[in-house]
């Protein structure tokens, strides 16, 4: 899920609420928000790079 998605659920959508508990400041929460951070099973994880579409050959 998307990191808003995640602050949503587990924190009632509280941005600073959920920097406190990482221990970063809220203008921290708010990058990683904007650079697109995502959570699979409670870690979160930055995009580093787009992948290539996979075509099939028939």
């Not at 990058?31 to 951070?37: A, E, L, P, V």
């Amino acid at each position: 899920m998307t990191l808003i998605e995640y602050i949503e659920k587990y924190y009632s959508g509280n941005q600073a609420a959920f920097a406190a508990s990482c221990g970063v400041k809220p203008q921290q929460v708010t990058q990683w928000i904007n650079k697109g951070f995502i959570v699979v099973g409670h870690t979160l994880y930055s995009p580093r790079r787009e992948l290539p579409a996979i075509t099939c050959s028939e």
